[in-house]
T-cell receptor, first 114, second 113 residues
Framework: DGGITQSPKYLFRKEGQNVTLSCEQNLNHDAMYWYRQDPGQGLRLIYYSQIVNDFQKGDIAEGYSVSREKKESFPLTVTSAQKNPTAFYLC?????????????FGEGSWLTVV | KQEVTQIPAALSVPEGENLVLNCSFTDSAIYNLQWFRQDPGKGLTSLLLIQSSQREQTSGRLNASLDKSSGRSTLYIAASQPGDSATYLCAVHSGGGADGLTFGKGTHLIIQP
C-alpha cells in the first residue's frame, strides 16, 4: 500500500539529548513537510522540502534540523536546543507544492521529554 | 497574515442528524481549501479538497462548500453516525509561508449513539 510511514510512534527524550524521527513515503511525492501539533492548537510548520537536497524553514524551525538526501525520506532531528519538544509530530507529503494538490499525512509520532 | 477560525470548537449531536461545520478565513486570496479528519492520537486524513475556482465538492455523505468572497467554507455531514466522531480540521492554502498552508484548530465532533 502507498503511504507515509512515521517511526517510532512513541519516543522519550532525556534532557540534552538529540532524537531523530523518521518519515518515509512511497507515493513518489516531491514535497514533504514536518508539522508540530500541540493540544488545542492548529498545526505549525517546522520544515518543508520541495525537492531532494533542498528544504526551507517553517514558522518554528528553531531547535530542529532536517535532511533530504533521498526523495522518499525526510527525517527530523529534535536537538537539545529545542526547549519544549513534548508534542505530536506529523510528517506529510504532496505531489508538488500544496497550491494545487492534496496533502497526505502519516500517523504521527509522540515525543515526550523525561 | 492568513487566519483560519473553526466554529464551534466542539459539537455533540445524536446519531442520524445532519450537521454543518464552519471554517472562516481572513484573506480571500486562496488557492484551495482542504478538509481533514483526525482521530485521537492519529494523523490527518484528507476528506475533500476544493480549488479556489470551485464552489463545492462531494464525497459520499460529505459535502464541502466554498465562498471565497465571504471567506467561508462549510462541511456538511448527512445522516451522522457514531463512526463520524473525530476532530475535523480545515486548511487554507494562500501562498504565505514556506508551505502556504494555514490550519484551523479544529472542531471536535461527538456523535451520540
Amino acid at each position: 500500500d502507498g503511504g507515509i510511514t512515521q517511526s517510532p510512534k512513541y519516543l522519550f527524550r532525556k534532557e540534552g539529548q538529540n532524537v531523530t524521527l523518521s518519515c518515509e513515503q512511497n507515493l513518489n511525492h516531491d514535497a514533504m513537510y514536518w508539522y508540530r501539533q500541540d493540544p488545542g492548537q492548529g498545526l505549525r510548520l517546522i520544515y518543508y522540502s520541495q525537492i531532494v537536497n533542498d528544504f526551507q524553514k517553517g514558522d518554528i524551525a528553531e531547535g530542529y534540523s532536517v535532511s533530504r538526501e533521498k526523495k522518499e525520506s525526510f527525517p527530523l532531528t529534535v536537538t537539545s536546543a529545542q526547549k519544549n519538544p513534548t508534542a505530536f509530530y506529523l510528517c506529510a507529503s504532496s505531489i508538488g507544492r500544496s497550491s494545487e494538490n492534496t496533502i497526505y499525512f502519516g500517523e504521527g509520532s509522540w515525543l515526550t521529554v523525561v | 497574515k492568513q487566519e483560519v477560525t473553526q466554529i464551534p470548537a466542539a459539537l455533540s449531536v445524536p446519531e442520524g442528524e445532519n450537521l454543518v461545520l464552519n471554517c472562516s478565513f481572513t484573506d480571500s486570496a486562496i488557492y484551495n481549501l482542504q478538509w481533514f479528519r483526525q482521530d485521537p492520537g492519529k494523523g490527518l486524513t484528507s476528506l475533500l479538497l476544493i480549488q479556489s475556482s470551485q464552489r463545492e465538492q462531494t464525497s459520499g455523505r460529505l459535502n464541502a462548500s466554498l465562498d471565497k468572497s465571504s471567506g467561508r467554507s462549510t462541511l456538511y455531514i448527512a445522516a451522522s453516525q457514531p463512526g463520524d466522531s473525530a476532530t475535523y480540521l480545515c486548511a487554507v492554502h494562500s501562498g504565505g509561508g514556506a508551505d502556504g498552508l494555514t490550519f484551523g484548530k479544529g472542531t471536535h465532533l461527538i456523535i451520540q449513539p
